[in-house]
């Protein structure tokens, strides 16, 4: 409790600077569109819902000083992954419009499990870290160039190992959704 | 910045998520809660890399490689989706039993019997 009392005359418990409120009200929209997404019976408002979740994200990236991260997830996930899953729904031929089944039968378990996650982890989070703030006022911390040179100067091999992974994946893909000869 | 604010709004996607994951029944929209949670802890590793200004920036050459790791997790995914609603019809994930165990074991190899008919006959019909 000291501790709090020192840095809060320092720091300010709740130092409302533009940054904070900004990323409390994308965090709020975040949140929401991810809610929308979970709970939704459409299933391509779903998709759509997520694409706000993850672009909400993205802004959050970027009020963290971590530009690069924040336009990969704008071109991965905004561009390809929401993308492919629309493409995986159309070919499911997933109902337009509402489908009543799309929640199965342990809904409340799940909202248990998920509430009983949510309390534990928001406690110690906030009991843990309640006294430390992020200094966002010095040099960028994730600018292209900050991140290009630490990727391939320090985390090269791994790099390669990922562009290893992927390759399977793909050829993994294609193996897998490839008809059968005898279904030709 | 409070660095409670970035920590507690992962720790809330990750459980909307983990909800999408137990709740849902089609399989595409269980593997979009993946993509919820997966994003919560891209969300905490970029939060912590700022605050701890690590020179190797290893939080967020992690982030970048699990956002890889997703976009092929997605592709394998969808791809095992597709071919189990060829194979059987359904996306559901809660229709696909034919692993389980439990009363319903003894039909379980008519079941399976009569879905590998069809696949038997179109053999032979190829041969």
């Known amino acids: 409790m000291t501790l709090a009392a020192t840095a809060q005359?320092?720091?300010g418990f709740l130092s409302t600077s533009g940054v904070e409120i900004t990323f409390v009200l994308v965090g709020l929209v975040t949140l929401g569109a991810a809610l929308v997404t979970v709970?939704?019976?459409?299933?391509?408002?779903?998709?759509?819902?997520?694409?706000?979740?993850?672009?909400?994200?993205a802004v959050e990236y970027l009020l963290l000083?971590?530009?690069?991260?924040?336009?990969?997830?704008?071109?991965?996930?905004?561009?390809?992954?929401?993308?492919?899953?629309?493409?995986?729904?159309m070919l499911t031929k997933a109902p337009i419009g509402r489908s009543p089944d799309a929640d199965?039968?342990?809904?409340?378990?799940a909202l248990a499990v998920a509430l009983t996650a949510a309390v534990a982890l928001v406690w110690v989070v906030v009991d843990a870290f309640r006294t430390t703030w992020i200094d966002l006022d010095g040099a960028v911390q994730g600018s292209t160039e900050v991140t290009g040179?630490?990727?391939?100067?320090?985390?090269?091999?791994?790099?390669?190992?990922?562009?290893?992974?992927?390759?399977?994946?793909?050829?993994?893909?294609?193996?897998?959704?490839?008809?059968?000869?005898?279904?030709? | 910045m409070h660095l409670a604010y970035p920590a507690v709004l992962a720790a809330l996607l990750f459980c909307v998520g983990l909800y999408g994951v137990l709740a849902r029944r089609n399989a595409i929209l269980v593997l979009m809660s993946?993509?919820?949670?997966?994003?919560?802890?891209?969300?905490?590793?970029?939060?912590?890399?700022?605050?701890?200004?690590?020179?190797?920036?290893?939080?967020?050459?992690?982030?970048?490689?699990?956002i890889a790791i997703a976009a092929a997790e997605i592709g394998i995914g969808l791809a095992i989706v597709l071919m189990v609603h060829r194979n059987q019809g359904t996306s559901d994930v809660d229709r696909l039993r034919d692993t389980a165990e439990g009363p319903d074991t003894p039909e379980a190899p008519d079941a399976s019997d009569e879905r590998r008919e069809p696949t038997d006959e179109k053999t032979e019909a190829a041969a």
Request: proline share 2%; no cysteine; aromatic share 10%.
């Open chain 1, 9 to 11: 005359q320092t720091q």
């Open chain 1, 39 to 57: 709970t939704t019976r459409q299933l391509v408002h779903a998709a759509l819902w997520l694409v706000v979740a993850l672009g909400g994200l």
């Open chain 1, 65 to 89: 000083t971590a530009e690069f991260i924040a336009w990969v997830q704008v071109l991965i996930y905004v561009g390809s992954v929401v993308v492919l899953l629309l493409f995986g729904l």
């Open chain 1, 104 to 109: 199965s039968g342990n809904r409340p378990v």
């Open chain 1, 149 to 184: 040179a630490v990727l391939f100067r320090h985390w090269v091999l791994p790099f390669e190992a990922l562009s290893v992974l992927l390759l399977a994946a793909l050829v993994g893909a294609i193996v897998l959704s490839r008809k059968k000869e005898q279904e030709r």
């Open chain 2, 34 to 66: 993946v993509e919820l949670m997966l994003n919560a802890v891209n969300l905490n590793l970029v939060a912590f890399d700022v605050w701890l200004r690590d020179t190797l920036h290893a939080g967020q050459a992690l982030t970048l490689f699990t």
